[in-house]
């Protein structure tokens, strides 16, 4: 067997395509006779992947951290201009030399039997025509990044980030809730037109892609991109019907018991975040360092390895943490997979759901970290099925540690606030995956259209709210969500992780130390097994029908029920 060595030298400059085209092409060149030098082939060709991947990943990080920064900006749109529609047909030519080597039936399957499976894939998508069309959409997707990275609200004689104005929306005071939320639709509306100008082009550019590798529309196309060799458009309908009937009556249920505890009747859009008994809202830290330190102790009272891999990210520029102006939107993690260290990207404001945000993404940071030492770049990262189980379960994980930050009262409200996301987020993630299905099955359609599709969406999965006067915030929700934009139908992935994530809470309180031995199972797997075997491996079932549902459901609710005789 071949081994792993270092191929591409540390200095490269990834970003110049002149730098590292001859690499490329030396592998191109490589004279293969033997199923040993296909797989060094296959090695060194990961070595160099990790780098170009690793100077991606910090042109990306650059222009989130600062939207508003000239140089990044240009850096990063050089890369995706000057370097990836030029690499992209060399990478799918290697693709073929690999797959289709005379070598590669004798290669062990166990270890390449999903890489092959991958590689034939995407040689079977690939077309050179689609290169200058995926281009055009990260630049679009960069516009889109932009208007929101700049979205900030005056209130107050403030100026406030949209993280920093959800804050307002825990108060305990209703007229301060409402004026809030309504300056943050209000802003969002400002832009609507220019983010639907945004999506627009984004449509049609993606059915052109799917039109030019030979799918009627994009839904098909992106569902055989995105390796979902377990599941297809019509497994996850039904596990939109097992979300509408297992969870949307238990989601309006809470609607209504929180509107008769808040003596708001009807509930308004601006009544779901506060807490019922007029408690002050959770704020676990002040300031980011506050947070690093609390959930230090956190993991490892939880698990000495875990806590190690926590500390381990406090060097290396492996944290940005800090709502601030001009940061883009959201939070997530990303590996730089030649160096093989994780970098954290969120906007906290000293919310409790930021701290979920961070237990969240070190979740993901844990799985890089324990996968790290795979050879093949391909297989230090999971399909994100089972990467947002990594994140999910340690939300859930972590609740009983949550006496870093807060009371034992405050810990039990921390426990049913993520009990009562598994229906919230489960219907939600619904409306989302249905609205891409009906987005690209039908296109062609008009703006009116798209928003009375949405519309139907909010009837059928929605919170039991009155949108009196608001009507146009409803209509516009769906522009919030940044993977419609960037990272088209990735979304389901949450839904099948969360019922996975589910199971390893159940299990953790049966056997912690056993749940846990399992999580790092699983997770050490990174990407060299196939989803239903990662998931296996973590001691969990993958299922998206009914079933499963209805038995996470009724495990919930009846939690749910306990807590609230408890409380």
């Known amino acids: 067997m071949a081994h792993a060595r270092a191929y591409a030298p540390a200095s490269l400059n990834a970003a110049d395509f002149s730098a590292i085209e001859p690499h490329y092409r030396e592998l191109l060149g490589r004279a293969i006779s033997s199923t040993d030098e296909l797989e060094q082939l296959i090695l060194d060709r990961s070595d160099l992947d990790s780098l170009v991947a690793e100077r991606a990943a910090n042109l990306y990080i650059a222009t989130t951290r600062n939207t508003e920064d000239k140089t990044a900006e240009a850096a990063f749109l050089g890369f995706v201009r000057d370097v990836e529609p030029k690499l992209k047909p060399l990478s799918s030519e290697l693709d073929k030399r690999i797959a289709t080597s005379a070598f590669a039936d004798a290669l062990p399957k166990a270890r390449y039997e999903v890489l092959l ?29 932009q208007i929101v990275g700049r979205m900030t609200v005056e209130l107050d004689g403030k100026t406030l980030t949209m993280p920093q104005m959800s804050r307002f929306l825990e108060e305990t005071d209703r007229a301060t809730r409402e004026r809030a939320w309504k300056a943050i639709a209000d802003r969002r509306l400002a832009d609507r037109d220019a983010i639907e100008d945004i999506y627009d082009q984004m449509l049609a550019l993606r059915q052109q892609i799917a039109r030019n590798a030979g799918f009627d529309n994009f839904r098909d196309f992106q569902h055989r991109r995105m390796k979902r060799f ?20 238990i989601q309006r249920r809470l609607d209504r018991e929180r509107a008769r505890d808040l003596g708001a009747t009807p509930l308004r859009p601006w009544d779901l975040a506060v807490d019922v008994k007029g408690r002050k809202p959770l704020r676990p830290f002040d300031g980011a360092q506050q947070l690093i330190d609390g959930c230090s102790r956190m993991f490892h009272s939880m698990d000495a390895e875990l806590g190690q891999m926590f500390d381990s990210m406090k060097e290396g520029d492996c944290l940005d943490l800090e709502s601030r102006p001009g940061k883009a939107p959201g939070g997530y993690q990303y590996q730089r997979q030649h160096s093989r260290r ?37 297989y230090r990262g999971a399909p994100t099925e089972f990467s947002e189980v990594a994140s999910m379960s340690m939300e ?56 009375d599709a949405w519309r139907a969406l909010v009837k059928r999965f929605g919170n039991d709210v009155a949108w009196d006067g608001c009507e146009a915030a409803r209509d516009a929700q769906w522009q919030r969500q940044l993977h419609l934009f960037g990272m088209p139908f990735y979304y389901i992935e949450y839904g099948i992780a969360e019922t996975g994530a589910i199971q390893m809470w159940l299990n953790s309180r049966r056997d912690e130390r056993g749940a846990l031995a399992a999580y790092r199972k699983g997770l050490a797997l990174g990407g060299s097994r196939p989803l239903p075997e990662l998931f296996s491996a973590a001691g969990l079932r993958l299922e998206l029908g009914g079933n499963l549902m209805a038995e996470l459901a009724r495990e919930v609710d009846g939690e749910l029920s306990r807590e609230m005789v408890a409380s």
């Open 396 to 451: 859930l994980l972590t609740l009983p540690y949550h006496g870093e930050f807060y009371s034992e009262d405050e810990c039990r409200r921390a426990l049913r606030e993520r009990l009562e996301r598994f229906p919230t987020i489960m219907t939600w993630i619904a409306t989302i995956d249905a609205f891409q299905h009906w987005i690209y099955t039908n296109p062609g359609h008009t703006r009116a259209q798209r928003t």
């Open 117 to 145: 499976r991958g590689m034939r894939v995407d040689i079977e998508l690939f077309r050179e025509a689609n290169i200058p069309l995926e281009t055009q959409l990260a630049e679009l997707d960069q516009k889109y990044n």
């Open 230 to 249: 377990d599941y297809t458009p019509a497994d996850c309908m039904e596990m939109h019907k097992a979300i509408e009937t297992h969870l949307v009556p």
């Open 342 to 378: 994780p970098f954290i990207f969120m906007n906290a404001a000293g919310m409790h759901r930021d701290l979920v945000t961070m237990v969240h993404e070190a979740g993901h940071a844990f799985h890089s970290l324990l996968s790290k030492e795979d050879p093949l770049v391909e």
